[in-house]
């Protein structure tokens, strides 16, 4: 069993950064590759960015490539999503998620085992 919990949402305007944080409890965190997906008012959660168990890859949708760097410190058992120059569309509720020894499918809500409770991001113009 992993426990998630997200921290460090809030509002900001355009422009703005903030960094989210995933504290995560239980054995094995080091196992797990972990994502960010976010859900948008009246949209579908989409995938935002991910990391595998080890750090070594990271990958991310189109919209946030080089504003959103995810990153992860297993002896502290949490990853982080620093997110820069954001901006309106990036509002939505941002969720941490974790994934057993991880898969190809990092951008597919359906692998991961567990999820956050979610923080809210908005980002005014």
């Known amino acids: 069993q992993v426990q998630l919990v997200e921290s460090g949402g809030g509002l900001v305007q355009a422009g703005e950064s903030l960094r989210l944080s995933c504290a995560a409890s239980?054995?094995?965190?080091?196992?797990?590759?972990m994502g960010w997906f976010r859900q948008a008012p009246g949209k579908e959660c989409e995938f935002a960015a991910a990391?595998?168990?080890?750090?070594?890859?990271?990958y991310y949708r189109d919209s946030v490539k080089g504003r959103f760097t995810i990153s992860r410190d297993n002896a502290k058992k949490t990853v982080y999503l620093q997110m820069n120059a954001l901006k309106p569309e990036d509002t939505a509720v941002y969720y941490c998620?974790?994934?057993?020894?991880?898969?190809?499918?990092?951008?597919?809500?359906?692998?991961?085992?567990?999820w956050g409770q979610g923080t809210q991001v908005t980002v005014s113009s």
């Open positions: 998620a974790a994934d057993f020894l991880g898969s190809s499918r990092y951008d597919v809500s359906g692998e991961y085992d567990y």
């Open positions: 239980g054995r094995s965190f080091s196992s797990y590759a």
């Open positions: 990391i595998s168990w080890s750090g070594g890859m990271t």
